[in-house]
């Protein structure tokens, strides 16, 4: 079983930059793919990246969003830079027990952390 531990959402100005974490339990972390979703009022949750041995990202957010992980912290993270109105929502972290491959779909992720709200303001 492991626990995933979002933080780092708040309100933030168009332009403006956050760094999201997401903390796990265990001692398999570096074992798991790991993801960050994103759902807004009224919209279902979507993709937003994901790292394994290599990264993807919705194309939404590529160039102004990367993902990262620390294994010795049991960490990843999403630093958002050049945030906008749109990205306002809650943001999850996901992990994946098949770990080698970035997963870009929810019902490839085994375990899901609480969200943390961004809000973007214009």
């Known amino acids: 079983q492991v626990q995933l531990v979002e933080s780092g959402g708040g309100l933030v100005q168009a332009g403006g930059s956050l760094r999201l974490s997401c903390a796990a339990s265990?001692?398999?972390?570096?074992?798991?793919?790991m993801g960050w979703f994103r759902q807004a009022p009224g919209m279902e949750r979507e993709f937003v990246a994901a790292?394994?041995?290599?990264?993807s990202y919705a194309d939404s957010v590529k160039g102004r969003f990367t993902i990262s992980r620390d294994n010795a912290k049991n960490t990843a993270y999403l630093q958002m830079n050049s945030l906008k109105p749109d990205d306002t929502a809650v943001y999850y972290c996901?992990?994946?027990?098949?770990?080698?491959?970035?997963?870009?779909?929810?019902?490839?992720?085994?375990?899901w952390g609480q969200g943390t709200q961004v809000t973007v303001s214009s």
């Open positions: 996901a992990a994946s027990v098949v770990g080698r491959v970035p997963r870009t779909a929810q019902g490839d992720y085994d375990y």
């Open positions: 265990g001692r398999t972390f570096s074992r798991y793919a």
């Open positions: 790292i394994a041995w290599s990264t």
